[in-house]
C-alpha cells in the first residue's frame, strides 16, 4: 500500500494563457477590452481596512439585492459565487445527483465535462448539428440534468428564448440549466422564465460584460427552492466564498447601468465590423452573438494562422479537437486592437 494510490487524479480544465508582462495583444479568453465602471473603483476605495479583519456577510444581501432588483426577482432567488465556474460547480453538487447521465454538447463549455469527471457525474455529450446548432429534439430523452451555454461557446451561436422553453417543456422533471455568460453581448435572457419553470437555473458572470474578470463574481438565477439547496451546499462546503471587494465591485458594477449600455454596445459596434473585416480576409463562421468570433479561413490552417499570430504577440484561442480543429475563437477587443489584428492577418496571409 502506498499513499499515491489514495490521491484522487483528474484532468483539469485547461484555461486560455494569460501571459504575464510584456505588451500583448489578449484575444483569447474572452474577457471586456474596458476597464470597470469607475463606480468600481470608488467602491473599492470606499472599502476600510479596519473592516477587513471582519468575515464578509455569509449571505451575500447586499450583492443579492442588487441582482434582484435589476432582474426584478427576489433575493431568494439570487445565488452569487466566485465567478460562475463556482456557481456552476455548486449547481452540479446540488443538483446532479441522478444514475441518469447529465447532457450537454459535444463542443461547449469544457469545465463541463471536468465537473462532472471529478464529481463522479455520468454524462453524455449530444453532437451539435453539422452547422454547430444544438437540436432540441436530442435533448428529449431521459436524463439527470442539462447544461449548456446560450449563446454557445466557442461557436458564438444564440438561441431565442423559445429554444430554451421547448427543453424546459420536454425536461419537466430534470433541472436546465442555461449558462449565459455571453447574453449581454445581443441575446434575450431566459432569466424571466425563472417564474414559471420550476426546474430552470440561469448563470451569469461579471467576466465578460461587466468587465471584472479579475475579481470574480458569477451568479444564478431560480426558484427560491432551488437557490436554497445550493445555499445549503455552499454553506457544507465554504460559507465565505465571496469577499468584501469582490461584493462591494459587483453592486457597484450592476448599479451602473448606463456605463454597462455604453461598453457592451462598443464591443457589439467593434464585433460587427470584424465580422466585416475578416471576412475580407477570406474568413468564414457562424453569425457571432457573443463577444467573440470563431471563424475558419478559407485556404490557411487555422494551426498555422494562430501560431503566427502568437510570434507577432497577438493571442488568440486555437482548439486542437475533432471539429473545431480549423476554427479560431477571437475575442473582441478595442477598435485599435482589432486594427491590429487584421494588419497582422493582412501579412500572415499574403
Ligand atoms: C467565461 C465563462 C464562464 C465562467 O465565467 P467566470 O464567471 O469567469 O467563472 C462560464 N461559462 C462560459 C460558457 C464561459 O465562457
Redesign the pocket.
Known sequence: MNFREYIRKVEPYVPGEQPQGGRVIKLNT?ENPYPPSPAVQRAIEDISPDSLKLYPDPDCSGLRQALAAHFGVKEEQVFVG???????AMAFMTFFNSDQPILFPDI??A?YEVWANMLGIPFRKIPLSDDFRICAGDYACENGGIVF?NPN?PTSILEPVSFIEKILCQNRDSIVIV?E??IDFGGESAIPLVEKYDNLLV?Q????SRSL?GM???FAVGSPELIGYMMSVRNSYNSYTMNRTALAAGIAAVQDQEYFDRTRNAVIRTREQAVLRLKELGFDGPEPAANFLFVRHQTVPAKEIFGKLKERGIFVRYFSKPRIDNYLRITVGTDEEMEELYAALGEILA
Do not use: E, H, I, Q
Open positions: 474572452n466566485v465567478g460562475t465556474d463556482d456557481v456552476l461547449s463549455y469545465f451555454p461557446a449558462d455568460a455571453y448563470t458572470t461579471f467576466s465578460k474578470a470574480r463574481v458569477g
